[in-house]
Structures are given as structure tokens and as C-alpha cells.
């Protein structure tokens, strides 16, 4: 059994089937470098296998012939993956550079079959008698080696990236493996006794070099060292002590049962001592990780959001040791994702914390991938348009957040929020348990944020009730202090209306005798007089309206079986509404059935919830124009606000729908309409109404009452409600339903 052909079989298969692979999972200029310099290997590891099989001198002079083409093109392919790498490939210095490595590979292969290169090769005993140009190769090849270890270095101590700092670390480890490998080969090449070590060293400089290229999202240099350390002295003994045994006893048989059993026990060693170094390594980052989860197994103890979501931030930022992070949530009032907290802020005054709508770039993508987002990976693999996501406005986004790592938070398929997070003060990457950890930790913070919501949001609730019992303690004083402010203002009418037609009158006869009131000042006055005194007595009666709109708007009803008719509801409602804004603002419209049917309701109720449907309506008119002034919607030339009042009676019951061209809502906005404690509106001075969930139940509470809407944003909404027709009117319904079943 011959130990060379086996190592220098699996390395070249090795070499070949892992540029392929590489090649295949990327394709692009540098993983097709890297593949074409393992394919130089490759044949540098075959030819190497027919030297030892060559029947005669001559056939192991042409193999070893093959074996050096082989090795002179490893020179140029590895220089310009080294100038890709490094980014150096696009200068014409190196470009001619790797020229010339290419046409000095074409020389020497040309060279490689004179005497001048590579004289004779014996195989029993092996024997190479090397010419003067071999020496050339040798430094040529030594040469390019430490130029590409210089450019490595020169570039590591250029950039700043962390994650590309680190993968320069593995491609200079594993360079250094390589250069170890090749100079093992030049001396089994002079004497084959030599134990062929050096196909170890070229697997671990391919497993590197290749990792480092398809793999962005790397681990710490330590662990590599130790684990190609480990890997390195336990399978140098498995495989070196059965060929030490075997060259000392010259007997083959204990070296094989020797090396049977090391192979067999060699995994579970190097899975021992590897798990224990990393134990080691890593101990401080399992430190900040355990610390971490106990943090966040504190937090569902939180119930005031603004402080939990300070705590989240303060309490990554403190254990991750971060330059800068924050947390973002979405805002049902703006639809938008919004900073909620953050760490270190920018130094600039004038900074605005940027906010993001639903269609935004990083949006989509955080929807879309449902992980982590590495900003350096996305630079390294930008996506392309065909995931639709415009790659360029999402790395700007990130960008402007100052974010090495966006953590996306879903409950379910719905993203609530997202945890932005800077470099690491250390300059180290992210690692992949580090990326795996912050998911649990967001998953396990989203729902704490969902705890956190449901106890402010009930502290809200507390809040209405009292509110609402404050305005019904106010609605059963509304009738008396309605009636008490309408005798004042009918006292200020009067006394009005009587120095208008008396006192006037009187003044200006006086100033005639007198001759004053040829005076233009004192003309002037008294036109003046006259004319508030007009004014005093056409508001007062206002005054008056409004009491008494306030005292029929507060008059007790009992229960939901009063005969109502519909236009009751609305006199009632426009009274009122029109001392909070001009009516003519609603561009009402009236498309009323003919039939004079009641309602079987409760009338305050009822009035109440038209109240809030209109006042909704007018706020839909206000917000869309906002929205057109901001250019973020466009209108049409002679749009003009409009609400439509229609009622029409369908299968005994009562259908009202109130139709309206605002602003409209979002989808989303429309599935959490009827929901608890939800509100579409942008300040506390608007939340003091009944809220959308409250007239649900109110319609709810009467026989059979239903209400639904719907809405399209930038086109309006309209309401639809369902209420029983009042019982009197039975003969009429059963002859109204047997028309409209035929």
C-alpha cells in the first residue's frame, strides 16, 4: 500500500471538486480565479501519483514534466485571486502583473522539456537531477509568494470593514498553510522517504482559502488556528506514527492495524479537544450571550414600553459593547416605522432620526428574508433586482442608520419592529451565534413588546372610562345647564333687541335736536351702535339654537325600542356638529329612501354614533388635503369634499350608509378598525370620542344591528350600518318583503 498515491489522490480530488464547488455556488471573476488555481493543484497532485506509477525513467521524466506545469500556473491564478481580493486587480500595474506571471508560466512550461530545466528522473531509487532554470521556478515561485503575503497586508491595514478584516485572516492562514505544504513538496520531490505531510497542509489551505471566499459570515481567527492546529497534530499522529513504526521495523502489518484503530478513535479525540478549546476561546462571548438571556428573561416583568424599549437598547448596547443601536416600531398613526430608542446618539443637533414607510426598501427586504440583514454581506451580495428590492436605495437606507445588523421582529408574518445595531467597539464581526442568539432575543422582546402594549393600552382603557363617565355625569347636568345658559342668552336678545329699536332711535332724535349728529364722529358711533347691538341679537338667538340643540342631544332615552325617525338623527347630529365646523365643509348629500319607516333604537345612542361618523368624515376631508399639500397624494382639479347620507329599507331592516371621499385608510388599517383601543387619528385632542370599536357595539346592542366599512386609501370610506325597522310597521314590512322576494 503506498501512502503517497492515496494522500496525493484525495488532495487532488479534494483540490478539484472544491474549486468546482466554490465556482458553481458563485460564479463570478474570483471563485473562477480560484477554481482554475485548484485545478493547477489538481494536476500537480496527479502527475505526482503517475511519477510513482511510471514503468520506466523515461514515462516518470514526462509525469514530473506535467507535475511542474501544473505548479507554474498556480503562481498566476492564486496572484490575481490575491488582486481581486484586495481590490488591486483593477490598477493596470497589476493587470500587467498578472500578465506576466501567465506568459513567464507559458516560458517556463516551454523550458520545462530541455535539460536546462529538469535533467533525469530515476524512480528505483527516486532521484531528481534538477537543471539551472529549476532554481528559477524556485525563486519565482518564492518571489510571488511573499508578494502576495505584502499585498494581504497592505490591504488588512487599509480597510476598516471588520467582516473583511477577517476574512483577509483566513486567506493569509491559509496562505501560510500553503506555502508550508509546498515547501514539504520540493523536499519529498529530492528524497521520498520524506513523509508526504504536505497533502494535510494543502487540504487545510484549500478548506480555508475556500471558506473565506464563498462563507462572509465568519467566526474568529482564534477558533480557526485551534481547530487547523487540532486537526493538524491529530491526524499527523494517525497518519505519521503508523509510517514511523513502518520505516523503523520495515514490517507493514503492525503500521496498518495501528493506523485501523487511530483512525477510528481520531474523530472522537479531535471532537474532544476541539470542543474544549473553543470552551476557552469563546468564553466570553458565551459570558455576554448568558448575561444577555437573563436580561431578557427579566423583561416581560417591564409593562411601561417607553421604559422597556430604553431598557432593550441599554441592555444590548452594554453587553455587545455597540457603537450605536436602536430600536424602531411600527406606528399605527402614521403607518410608518419610527425610532422609539436609541444609543448614542449622532453629535449633530440638526439630526432627524430617519422614519420608513411600508413600501421602503429595507422594509420589503426585512419582510421578504425574515433574518438578520448584514450590512457587510448585502455589499458583498447585493441582491438584485429580480428579488424586487432596488439594492442601492436599500444600502442607503442602512447606511443612514449607521447599521452594521438590522434584526427583523415578526409576531407571526407581521413585522412589528426591527433592532438596528452598530459595529462592535472591539472591531470584530458578527458571528453566526451571535446573529442566531440576537433572533431568539428579538423574538422573545417582540412579545414582551406585545405585554408591554396590552398594559398601557389598558391603562388607556381606564383612562376612557373615567373620560366617559366624566361626559355622562356632564350629559345628565347637560339638560339643566342647557336650559340655564338658553334664559341667558333669550335676556341677552332681548335687552339687545330692545336698545336696537328703542334706545337707538331715541339717541339719534336727541343728537338731531342738538345738532350733533351732523358730527361725522358722532355719526359714526352711533351707525356703529347700532349696528353690534344688531349683532349682539342675531348671535344671542345662535346662543339659543345651540342650548337648545345641547338639551335635546342630552335628553334621556331608555332602552333600544323607541320608534325613531332617521331625520331626528340627523337634525339632531347637524345642530350640534355645526358649532364645531362649518357644515358646508362636509358637502353633504342626501339620497334618502321615500318610504316613511321608523327605527327601533335608542336615539341618543344612534345620534351619537351619526355624530361620530360625520366628525370622522369632516377629519377624513381635512387629512387628505393635508396630505395633497405635503405632494404625497394627488387630487383632482375641482376636487370638492363630499358626504353622502343614503338610507333605503331592505328585508325589515333599516340601512344607512354614510359615504365620504377623504382620505380613506390602508388594509391594515381596515382589519384593526373595530378593534380595541384602536384609532386612526394623530392626537389626544381627537381621542375623546366614542372610537370605532364602542359604535360597533352600540349598532350591536340594538335587534340585529350590524356596521362594517369599507375604504380605500385616497378614495374615501364609507360606513354601512344595519337596524331594525320599528315593529308598528309590520302589515307595511310583510307586504314590502313579499314585493322584493318575488
Known sequence: MNWHIINAFSAGIFSLLLGLLVYLKNKRDLTLSFFLMNISISIWNFADILIILSPNNTFALFADRIANIGAFFIIPFFIKTNLIVTESYSYNFYKKLFRFTLLFSVFLSIVNFTKYFLKSVTINPFHEEIGPLYYLFIAY????????????????????????KLQLKYIFSGFYFGIIGVFIYFATLINRNIPPLHYIFEIIYLSIFAYAIVKHRLMDIKIIYTRAGIFLIVYSTILGLPFLVGYVT?????????????????????????????????????????????????????????????????????????????????????NQYVQKDIRFKSKDENYKPPVFDIDDELIKCLKKVKVPIVYEELILHPLFDKDGIDSASLTSQIKELSAAVIVPGFNKD???????????????????????????????????IENAIFYEETGKSLAEQFQEHRLRSLGKMGSGMAHQINNRFNLVATTAELAHLEYIPQLKNELIKRNLLEDKLIKTIVEKLHDYLYSIKIEAHKGGDIARALTSFSRKTEGYNSAIIFDDIIKGCLNLLSCKFDLNELGLCYELSKQDYKIEGNLAQLQDVIFNLLDNAHDAHTKIKQEQELGKIKLAADYKPKTTIKTKVIN???????????????????????????????????????????????????????????????QGTTFSIQLPVYQDNNKKMEELVTKQSR
Not at 515561485?141 to 473583511?164: A, G, M, R
Not at 438571556?293 to 453587553?319: C, M, P, Q, W
Not at 433592532?419 to 414582551?448: C, E, H, I, W
Open 141 to 164: 515561485f518564492v518571489i510571488f509568494s511573499f508578494f502576495i503575503l505584502y499585498n494581504l497586508l497592505k490591504y488588512y491595514l487599509k480597510i476598516k470593514s471588520p467582516i473583511k
Open 652 to 714: 325589515g331592516f333599516f340601512k344607512i350608509e354614510i359615504e365620504d371621499n377623504g382620505i380613506g385608510m390602508m388594509p391594515a388599517q381596515i382589519d384593526q378598525l373595530f378593534i380595541p383601543f384602536f384609532t386612526t387619528k394623530a392626537t389626544v385632542m381627537k381621542g375623546t370620542g366614542l372610537g370605532l370599536y364602542i359604535i360597533k357595539k352600540i349598532i350591536e346592542s340594538h335587534r340585529n344591528g350590524k356596521i362594517e366599512a369599507k375604504s380605500e386609501y385616497g
Open 414 to 448: 407581521i413585522l412589528m419592529g426591527f433592532l438596528v445595531l452598530g459595529n462592535k467597539k472591539s472591531g470584530n464581526p458578527y458571528t453566526q451565534d451571535d446573529l442566531t442568539f440576537l433572533m431568539v432575543l428579538v423574538r422573545q422582546t417582540t412579545l414582551a
Open 250 to 334: 520495515e514490517n507493514w502489518i503492525y503500521p496498518t492495524l495501528l493506523m485501523a484503530v487511530l483512525a477510528t478513535i481520531g474523530p472522537v479525540i479531535y471532537s474532544k479537544i476541539k470542543q474544549g478549546a473553543e470552551a476557552i476561546l469563546l468564553q466570553e462571548e458565551k459570558r455576554a450571550h448568558e448575561m444577555l438571556f437573563k436580561a431578557a428573561e427579566g423583561t416581560t416583568e417591564v409593562r411601561d414600553l417607553k421604559k422597556f424599549l430604553s431598557f432593550t437598547v441599554h441592555i444590548v448596547n452594554r453587553y455587545m459593547n455597540l457603537t450605536n443601536n436602536s430600536v424602531y416600531l411600527f406606528d399605527n398613526e402614521t
